[in-house]
């Protein structure tokens, strides 16, 4: 069984900087593909940033401002956030697939592990 819990949201003024943190405890982030994820209400869940031992990958909203980052000793993975706009406005979510799985893709669909969320607000 593994449990993810997301820490870290808030809120922060338009280009602020938040860095959450996901605690996966028992489990090595090492044996997974993991990433960060967010949604709107009302809208589809976007991929936001994966990592394994082979690749990170970000998408375009978040390249260059993002960066996802793992401590397979400390059973974590965060997210630093920076150049934040209303538009980031969300709840965060980190999610984990078995490495097993043979994929690392920034598809929500492929992840079998999730949190329960923790919202970021961006203020203007």
């Known amino acids: 069984q593994v449990r993810l819990t997301e820490s870290g949201g808030g809120s922060v003024q338009s280009g602020g900087s938040l860095r959450l943190s996901c605690a996966a405890p028992g489990v090595s982030f090492g044996a997974y593909c993991a990433g960060w994820f967010r949604q709107i209400p009302g809208k589809a869940r976007e991929a936001l940033a994966t990592?394994?031992?082979?690749?990170?990958m970000y998408a375009d909203s978040v390249q260059g401002r993002f960066t996802i980052s793992r401590d397979n000793a400390k059973n974590t993975l965060d997210l630093q956030m920076n150049s934040l706009n209303p538009e980031d406005t969300a709840m965060y979510y980190c999610?984990?697939?078995?490495?097993?799985?043979?994929?690392?893709?920034?598809?929500?669909?492929?992840?079998?592990?999730w949190g329960q969320g923790t919202q970021v607000t961006v203020s203007s």
């Open positions: 990592v394994d031992g082979r690749a990170i």
């Open positions: 999610a984990a697939v078995s490495a097993a799985a043979g994929h690392c893709m920034l598809l929500p669909g492929d992840y079998t592990y």
